[in-house]
């Protein structure tokens, strides 16, 4: 269903049956599931198109309205009030809350396709090598369907046009002016970074070694094994947040991690130096990328700690983001020369109900909203 290098298997649900009173209906050919938003993808495919158009557009018109009623009546269970679990792609079952998703339908048409064919319906029409396209381009199955959701309010193109459309959307994206940080935000340490959402080159063109390093991570954590206390749902949370990282900046945070790793290795061993970047984007999970010299017990429940402070400092700032969750990834670097590093992931949302001297022992750690450099030996404090 999805290329095998970019999209990640977890967000993909294999079709299955559910069970509704003494009724039984087949959930969609596929469905994804990342973040807020969920795709009933419908694919249908000619097995042997014939060079009449008159014979093709009847075909298509009659594939595309059959596969958007399906895919309605997919949406429609899965939105009927009732939980129902799901098996993704990496074999785990995931318990599937489908009020809580904004739906698309989607018609994935593997054919040739006609000279001008412009399909009609509520889906979003594309050909199978499209939907390759968008993924060899952004690289990222947020990325792939935030772009659908954004094309679903557009006229539909003819079909077969769908990189015109993508390059024309990427230009807009290319000549408008960058957006001001929130003034709330406004603070010694926090600055206003701008990128275009759909690059014009395919994402981490000339730099796909530290491009893939996010992928890596996010593998890392697809494959860990997690407590039994976090869900699969969690899990897939989790990775739908670092998949939000807008494709344009991954190469970036890639030879920043590793330069990171490197840093850290240097510290004098009296000391235990810290990384760290973060990033706010409206709508997306506030995320905390860093990197210390150790996996051990002490770190992890200081950095536990970094990500519950900050959580709870933007939400004092930014109170909207109540139910927006904070994801915090931490890399340490290994020496044993089985992998390059471990990776830790901290995710929570909400109010934190930090005590007094709780609070008080993480902002001497820690310090404001914006504030992280160097710190000294976490023991000594």
């Known amino acids: 269903m999805l290329p095998p290098n970019w999209g990640l298997p977890d967000f993909v649900f294999r079709s299955a049956q559910l069970l509704r009173g003494a009724a039984t209906r087949e ?17 249908k495919a000619r097995r042997s198109p014939t060079p009449n158009d008159v014979r093709e557009r009847l075909w298509l018109d009659k594939s595309v309205r059959k596969a958007a009623k399906q895919a309605a009546g997919t949406i429609r269970s899965l939105t009927s009030g009732l939980d129902c679990a799901l098996v993704n792609e990496r074999g785990r079952r995931v318990v599937i809350k489908g009020q809580q998703k904004a739906w698309l339908l989607l018609t994935v048409l593997d054919h040739p396709g006609v000279e001008g064919y412009v399909p009609s319906g509520p889906s979003v029409v594309i050909l199978r ?28 193109v003819p079909l077969g046009h769908e990189p015109m459309r993508y390059y024309e959307l990427a230009a807009a994206d290319a000549a408008t002016p960058p957006s001001t940080l929130d003034p709330r935000l406004n603070r010694p340490g926090l600055i206003s970074q701008s990128a275009p959402l759909l690059p014009q080159a395919p994402a981490g063109h000339g730099d796909d070694r530290n491009h893939f390093i996010v992928r890596s991570v996010l593998e890392d954590l697809a494959t860990a094994h997690f407590p039994e206390t976090v869900e699969d749902a969690d899990v897939l949370d989790i990775l739908a947040a670092i998949d939000a990282v807008p494709v344009a900046y991954r190469a970036e945070l890639g030879k920043m991690w590793q330069s990171w790793l490197h840093e850290v290795t240097q510290a004098p061993s009296s000391e235990i130096t810290w990384r760290f970047r973060s990033h706010i984007w409206p709508g997306r999970p506030y995320l905390l990328f860093g990197a210390a010299p150790r996996h051990d017990a002490l770190i992890q429940e200081a950095f536990g700690g970094y990500v519950s402070l900050r959580n709870q400092q933007l939400l004092e700032a930014m109170p909207e983001r109540r139910n927006i969750m904070t994801v915090g990834v931490l890399l340490t670097p290994r020496r044993d020369g089985r992998r390059p590093w471990d990776t830790t992931a901290v995710a929570t949302r909400g109010e934190q109900n930090l005590g007094v001297d709780q609070r008080a022992l993480l902002m001497r750690l820690w310090g404001e909203l914006g504030e992280s450099v160097r710190y000294p030996d976490l023991e000594a404090v």
């Open 129 to 156: 090598r499209d939907w390759e396209f968008l993924f060899e381009q952004l690289k990222s199955t947020y990325a792939v369907m935030e772009y659908l959701r954004r094309v679903s309010g557009h006229d539909p």
């Open 27 to 43: 959930v969609g050919d596929a469905i994804l599931l990342v973040g807020t938003l969920g795709a009933s993808v419908q694919v």
